[in-house]
C-alpha cells in the first residue's frame, strides 16, 4: 500500500493532550491502548473514487479529526487510521466515519465505525466500503454493510474484514439499540419489535442454469435472469433479460417451482405451469419446441413436488407415486428403456417419500429408507461402479461392485447435483458419490479422487438436514438451519470469498439468527429461504440471476437479500 498522509500527519496537526481519539506513531515504553482501522474499498467503488474523507469524534460527540486524502484506485487498502484514547482511558469510546467521494466531492459510500479500547493492548479493526452500499444512507448510529444497513458497533478483537455486530432494526450508542419505525430490508419494510418483518414471505426458490424463480406464500411467482429469447421469465419470447425479479403472469406455485436449463415448471393444488423449451417433451406433453408463456396441465394425479434435471421432469403425489417425463436418453426416467423422449408423465416402479434430479439422473428416498437412483452414470453419480447408462432404479453403495460397508437402508433425503449425489442419512450423517473434480463431495482434497462410486462420508461433525448439489458444487443446511457450502467456488457459488474451491463443508457467513429453512443450488449459484421467509441469493451473476438490480461481471460474493417488485412498490 502506498503510505497514506492519515499515517504521517494527523497527529501532528492535532495535540494528542486534547484528543478523545488521536493518531500516533511514536512508539510506547509500555503497551499501548490502542485501535488501528485499516480501510478498504471494493473495486467498483475505488473505480469511481477520487479521494476520501475520514472524520473522528469523542465519544461525548466532538470533532478531534477531519482530513481528506487523495484515492489510489490500484489500491484497495485505502489507509490506517491509529485511534488513541485521551489518557489512555480504556473506558472511552471512538466514532469514526469514511467517506469515499468522487471528483464532484459527492458521496459514493460511507462507513461509520463506533468502537471502544481494550486496556493496554494494541488492536486491529478491518472495515470495508462494499459496491453494495454505493449511494446507500443508512443514518447516524448505523453503517452499510454489504448493502445492508446495520447498527454501526464494532468488535475491535475481529479478525479480518470485521462485521458490525448490531443488527439492521439497531442503532449504536453505546451498545447495540432496537430501533423501531426505522427502513429495513426490502423497499418499504420497518423495524418492529427489533425485527424485519418481510412484506412478502417466500415459500419456494429454485435457481436454474441461467434464471432463477421463487414464490411467496399467496402463490405468486416471480423469475429474473436471462430469457434466453425462448421465455425462460415467463413474460414471452422476445421480452428482456431481467436483473430484479418480475411477476409470472397468471401462475400460482403454491407447491413447487422447477427450473431446467431452458425451461421452468411449477404446481399449484391439482395443476402444472410449464413455459420456456419444450423440445424433450420436459413439459409432459407435446405443446411445441418453444412455449414462451405460461401453458397449464390438468394433471390426474395429485402432484406434491416438483423436481427436473437438464431435460427431463418428475412429479411426487401425496400418495408417494413417482410420475418422470422429457428426456430420457440415459434412463432418466426410471423406466428401464432409454427412448429419447417421452412426452407424457410416466410412473416410475416403486414408492418415493422425496425425490431429486438433477442433470441427466435422478435419486429417490423410499418409504422405508432405501435409497434409488437411476440416469446417466458417467462419474458415478449413481453410487456404483456399473458402467452408463442405468435405465432402471439401483441401491448406491448396495450394487455389484460396491465395497463392503457401503450399503445403507436408512436415508431420508436425497440431493442430486449435475454429476455427483448426496444423501442424508437418519443419524443425520451426509454420503456423497460420483464426481469430485472440485471437491464437491466434501470428502477432503479433490485429489483423492477424481469419482467415488462408493458413498463416502462427508468430512464434518454437523448433523444435516437439507442438502442441494449446483454444477460442481454443494450447498446443506445442519439441524440448527446454519447454511453451508463446498466444491467449485470460481463464481463465488458458495457464497464465500476470496477462495477458488473448498473440499470439505465450511459455513457461510450470513446474518441469518434463526438459521435457514431451504437451500437451492443452481449451475453457479444458489438461492436459500431463512427461517423468517426472507430469500437470498449468491454466485454468478452475468445473466442478472441473482436478483439485485443489475447484470455484474463479478460475482456476487456473499448471500443477499432479494426483494420481489411488490415490496419495492409499497
Given at each position: 500500500?502506498?503510505p497514506?498522509?492519515?499515517d504521517v500527519?494527523?497527529?501532528r496537526?492535532l495535540?494528542a493532550?486534547?484528543?478523545?481519539?488521536?493518531?500516533?506513531?511514536?512508539?510506547?515504553?509500555k503497551?499501548a491502548t490502542e485501535v488501528?482501522?485499516?480501510?478498504?474499498?471494493?473495486?467498483?467503488?475505488?473505480?469511481?473514487?477520487?479521494?476520501?474523507?475520514v472524520?473522528?469524534?469523542?465519544?461525548?460527540?466532538?470533532l478531534?479529526?477531519?482530513?481528506?486524502?487523495?484515492?489510489?484506485a490500484t489500491?484497495?487498502?485505502?489507509?490506517?487510521?491509529?485511534?488513541?484514547?485521551k489518557?489512555?482511558?480504556?473506558?472511552?469510546?471512538?466514532r469514526l466515519?469514511?467517506?469515499?467521494?468522487d471528483?464532484?466531492?459527492?458521496?459514493l459510500?460511507?462507513?461509520?465505525?463506533r468502537?471502544?479500547y481494550v486496556?493496554?493492548?494494541?488492536?486491529?479493526?478491518?472495515?470495508?466500503?462494499?459496491?453494495?452500499?454505493?449511494g446507500k444512507?443508512?443514518?447516524p448510529?448505523?453503517?452499510c454493510?454489504q448493502?445492508?444497513?446495520l447498527?454501526?458497533?464494532?468488535?475491535?478483537?475481529?479478525?479480518g474484514?470485521?462485521?458490525?455486530t448490531c443488527?439492521?432494526c439497531?442503532t449504536?450508542?453505546?451498545?447495540?439499540?432496537n430501533?423501531?419505525?426505522?427502513?429495513?430490508?426490502?423497499p418499504?419494510?420497518?423495524c418492529?419489535?427489533?425485527t424485519c418483518?418481510?412484506?412478502?414471505?417466500?415459500?419456494?426458490?429454485?435457481?436454474?442454469?441461467?434464471?432463477t424463480?421463487?414464490?411467496?406464500?399467496?402463490?405468486?411467482t416471480?423469475?429474473?435472469g436471462?430469457?434466453a429469447?425462448?421465455g425462460l421469465?415467463?413474460?414471452?419470447?422476445n421480452?428482456?433479460?431481467?436483473?430484479?425479479?418480475?411477476a409470472?403472469?397468471?401462475?400460482?406455485?403454491?407447491?413447487g417451482?422447477?427450473?431446467g436449463?431452458?425451461y421452468?415448471?411449477?404446481?399449484t393444488?391439482?395443476?402444472?405451469?410449464?413455459?420456456?423449451?419444450?423440445w424433450?417433451?420436459?413439459?409432459?406433453?407435446?405443446?411445441?419446441?418453444?412455449?414462451?408463456?405460461?401453458?397449464?396441465?390438468d394433471?390426474?394425479?395429485?402432484?406434491?413436488?416438483?423436481v427436473?434435471?437438464?431435460r427431463?421432469t418428475?412429479?411426487l403425489?401425496?400418495?408417494?407415486?413417482?410420475?418422470c417425463?422429457g428426456?430420457?436418453?440415459?434412463?432418466?426416467l426410471?423406466?428401464?428403456n432409454?427412448?429419447k423422449?417421452?412426452?407424457?408423465?410416466?410412473?416410475?416402479?416403486?414408492?418415493?417419500?422425496?425425490?431429486?434430479?438433477n442433470?441427466d439422473?435422478?435419486c429417490?428416498v423410499?418409504?422405508?429408507?432405501?435409497?434409488y437412483?437411476?440416469g446417466?452414470?458417467?462419474?458415478t453419480?449413481?453410487?456404483?461402479?456399473?458402467?452408463?447408462?442405468?435405465?432402471?432404479?439401483?441401491?448406491?453403495?448396495?450394487?455389484?461392485g460396491?465395497?463392503?460397508?457401503?450399503?445403507f437402508?436408512?436415508?431420508?433425503?436425497?440431493?442430486?447435483?449435475?454429476y455427483?449425489?448426496?444423501?442424508?442419512?437418519?443419524s443425520?450423517?451426509?454420503?456423497c458419490?460420483?464426481?469430485?473434480?472440485?471437491?464437491?463431495?466434501?470428502?477432503g482434497?479433490?485429489?483423492?479422487?477424481a469419482?467415488?462410486s462408493?458413498?463416502q462420508?462427508?468430512?464434518s461433525?454437523?448433523?444435516w438436514?437439507?442438502?442441494?448439489?449446483g454444477?460442481?458444487f454443494t450447498?446443506?443446511?445442519?439441524d440448527?438451519?446454519?447454511?453451508f457450502?463446498?466444491?467449485r467456488n470460481e463464481?463465488?457459488?458458495?457464497?464465500i470469498?476470496?477462495?477458488?474451491?473448498?473440499?470439505?463443508p465450511?459455513?457461510?457467513?450470513?446474518d441469518a439468527?434463526?438459521?435457514?429453512?431451504s437451500?437451492?443450488?443452481?449451475?453457479?449459484?444458489?438461492?436459500a429461504?431463512?427461517?423468517d421467509?426472507?430469500?437470498?441469493?449468491?454466485?454468478?451473476?452475468?445473466?442478472?440471476?441473482?436478483g439485485?438490480?443489475?447484470k455484474?461481471p463479478?460475482?456476487?460474493?456473499h448471500p443477499t437479500?432479494?426483494?420481489?417488485p411488490?415490496a419495492?412498490?409499497?
Amino acid at each position: 500500500m502506498r503510505p497514506s498522509n492519515l499515517d504521517v500527519t494527523l497527529s501532528r496537526l492535532l495535540p494528542a493532550a486534547v484528543l478523545g481519539a488521536a493518531l500516533s506513531l511514536a512508539c510506547e515504553p509500555k503497551p499501548a491502548t490502542e485501535v488501528i482501522v485499516e480501510l478498504h474499498a471494493e473495486p467498483t467503488l475505488l473505480s469511481k473514487a477520487t479521494d476520501l474523507r475520514v472524520q473522528v469524534q469523542t465519544d461525548d460527540g466532538k470533532l478531534v479529526l477531519d482530513r481528506v486524502t487523495a484515492v489510489d484506485a490500484t489500491q484497495p487498502k485505502l489507509a490506517r487510521v491509529p485511534l488513541i484514547p485521551k489518557d489512555e482511558d480504556a473506558t472511552r469510546r471512538f466514532r469514526l466515519t469514511a467517506t469515499l467521494r468522487d471528483s464532484t466531492q459527492a458521496a459514493l459510500s460511507d462507513v461509520e465505525v463506533r468502537g471502544g479500547y481494550v486496556e493496554g493492548e494494541l488492536r486491529e479493526l478491518e472495515v470495508w466500503l462494499y459496491d453494495a452500499c454505493e449511494g446507500k444512507q443508512c443514518g447516524p448510529g448505523r453503517t452499510c454493510f454489504q448493502g445492508t444497513c446495520l447498527g454501526s458497533c464494532f468488535d475491535v478483537e475481529t479478525k479480518g474484514p470485521a462485521k458490525p455486530t448490531c443488527g439492521e432494526c439497531q442503532t449504536c450508542g453505546d451498545s447495540c439499540q432496537n430501533a423501531d419505525g426505522i427502513s429495513c430490508g426490502c423497499p418499504g419494510e420497518v423495524c418492529g419489535a427489533g425485527t424485519c418483518a418481510p412484506n412478502q414471505r417466500f415459500d419456494h426458490v429454485s435457481a436454474g442454469e441461467v434464471h432463477t424463480c421463487a414464490s411467496v406464500e399467496d402463490g405468486t411467482t416471480y423469475c429474473w435472469g436471462a430469457n434466453a429469447g425462448v421465455g425462460l421469465l415467463g413474460q414471452g419470447a422476445n421480452a428482456p433479460d431481467s436483473a430484479s425479479p418480475i411477476a409470472v403472469p397468471g401462475v400460482s406455485s403454491r407447491r413447487g417451482i422447477a427450473t431446467g436449463v431452458r425451461y421452468t415448471c411449477t404446481i399449484t393444488f391439482g395443476a402444472r405451469k410449464c413455459w420456456g423449451e419444450n423440445w424433450e417433451g420436459q413439459f409432459g406433453t407435446d405443446v411445441g419446441g418453444i412455449v414462451p408463456d405460461p401453458v397449464s396441465f390438468d394433471d390426474p394425479f395429485d402432484i406434491e413436488s416438483i423436481v427436473n434435471g437438464y431435460r427431463h421432469t418428475c412429479g411426487l403425489t401425496i400418495s408417494n407415486e413417482l410420475y418422470c417425463w422429457g428426456y430420457n436418453e440415459f434412463g432418466n426416467l426410471g423406466l428401464g428403456n432409454v427412448q429419447k423422449s417421452i412426452k407424457t408423465p410416466m410412473l416410475v416402479p416403486g414408492s418415493y417419500v422425496q425425490v431429486a434430479a438433477n442433470g441427466d439422473h435422478t435419486c429417490g428416498v423410499a418409504p422405508g429408507g432405501d435409497l434409488y437412483c437411476w440416469g446417466r452414470n458417467s462419474t458415478t453419480e449413481l453410487g456404483a461402479p456399473l458402467g452408463d447408462p442405468v435405465p432402471s432404479p439401483i441401491e448406491p453403495g448396495c450394487e455389484s461392485g460396491n465395497a463392503p460397508g457401503v450399503c445403507f437402508h436408512d436415508y431420508r433425503t436425497v440431493g442430486a447435483g449435475y454429476y455427483h449425489t448426496c444423501a442424508i442419512r437418519e443419524s443425520g450423517e451426509m454420503v456423497c458419490f460420483g464426481g469430485n473434480k472440485n471437491g464437491q463431495l466434501g470428502i477432503g482434497t479433490p485429489n483423492q479422487a477424481a469419482e467415488e462410486s462408493d458413498p463416502q462420508a462427508v468430512v464434518s461433525p454437523e448433523k444435516w438436514s437439507d442438502v442441494s448439489g449446483g454444477q460442481s458444487f454443494t450447498c446443506a443446511l445442519n439441524d440448527a438451519g446454519a447454511l453451508f457450502c463446498w466444491g467449485r467456488n470460481e463464481d463465488r457459488e458458495l457464497g464465500i470469498p476470496d477462495v477458488d474451491f473448498l473440499p470439505v463443508p465450511t459455513r457461510v457467513p450470513v446474518d441469518a439468527p434463526a438459521g435457514f429453512r431451504s437451500v437451492s443450488a443452481g449451475a453457479r449459484h444458489a438461492c436459500a429461504i431463512r427461517e423468517d421467509r426472507t430469500l437470498w441469493c449468491w454466485g454468478k451473476n452475468s445473466e442478472g440471476q441473482i436478483g439485485v438490480g443489475a447484470k455484474t461481471p463479478l460475482p456476487v460474493d456473499h448471500p443477499t437479500r432479494i426483494c420481489p417488485p411488490s415490496a419495492q412498490a409499497l
